[in-house]
């Protein structure tokens, strides 16, 4: 079993939608929960972040850390076209480990006009 | 000006080739790293760096070496590039002070051997 499964999709959904998206991962010393959006020929950038279990809540989007379950949401309300990309969830410890991220392979959304 | 940049990038080279692929940061960070990304596996972490004389190996660091010229520079090397090293190659920069280590990527270096 890999440490971060997350489903490669692809996903489409129409203007407007909400969209949800989904990791889980093994390693219960993960404390640090990011989604990453990576642009077609871009490189990533950090989208949110949520430290040990939680919500956040950043505009159109909300993260969710459910630890005890060891799954984490990404939710966009109301997308839009520009939201059109790879969304890739990533997890570190804390500490002297927190360099280490260890990604999921990423899920690409389409959002239709 | 992008705060990380790679050149080139785009190369494409031939199998037993040499190549450098080059990472420059204006962020000011101690930490620099080096990612391949490939379809199906996401990013693998290939060396990491927290400063000029603290280089470390990744989950992948076979066929690969790395140089940590200063703070602000980090090139990777493929000694005898094969053809499974295509791939799109990151680099990354992130400050030791902050606690989620967010990492800034590159633009990306796109790779083929042939």
């Known amino acids: 079993q890999k440490e971060v499964e997350q489903d490669p999709g692809p996903l489409s959904v129409p203007e407007g939608a909400i969209v949800s998206l989904n990791c889980t991962y093994s390693?219960?010393?993960?404390?640090?929960f990011m989604w990453y959006r990576q642009y077609s020929r871009k490189g990533p950038e950090l989208l949110m972040y949520?430290?040990?279990?939680g919500n956040k809540e950043d505009g159109r989007f909300t993260a969710q850390v459910d630890k005890s379950s060891k799954y984490i949401s990404l939710f966009i309300r109301d997308s839009q076209p520009s939201d059109s990309a790879t969304y890739l969830c990533?997890?570190?410890?804390?500490?002297?480990?927190?360099?280490?991220?260890?990604f999921g392979k990423g899920t690409l959304l389409t959002v239709n006009p | 000006d992008a705060d990380v940049t790679q050149t080139p990038r785009n190369r494409i080279t031939k199998t037993g080739k040499r190549i450098m692929l080059e990472c420059s940061q204006t962020?000011?960070?101690?930490?620099m790293y080096w990612y391949r990304q490939d379809p199906g596996l996401g990013l693998q972490l290939i060396y990491y760096?927290?400063?000029?004389?603290?280089?470390n190996k990744g989950e992948i660091s076979d066929g690969y070496s790395v140089s940590r010229q200063a703070q602000a520079k980090f090139s990777l090397s493929l000694e005898s590039a094969i053809p499974n090293q295509t791939a799109l190659y990151f680099c990354?920069?992130?400050?030791?002070?902050?606690?989620?280590?967010?990492?800034?990527f590159g633009p990306g270096t796109r790779l083929t051997v042939l």
């Open positions: 990533a997890m570190s410890a804390s500490g002297g480990s927190n360099y280490k991220l260890t």
């Open positions: 949520t430290y040990s279990s």
């Open positions: 962020k000011g960070h101690d930490r």
């Open positions: 990354a920069t992130s400050d030791a002070g902050v606690g989620n280590n967010e990492q800034f």
């Open positions: 390693n219960s010393a993960f404390q640090y």
């Open positions: 760096s927290f400063d000029v004389k603290d280089i």
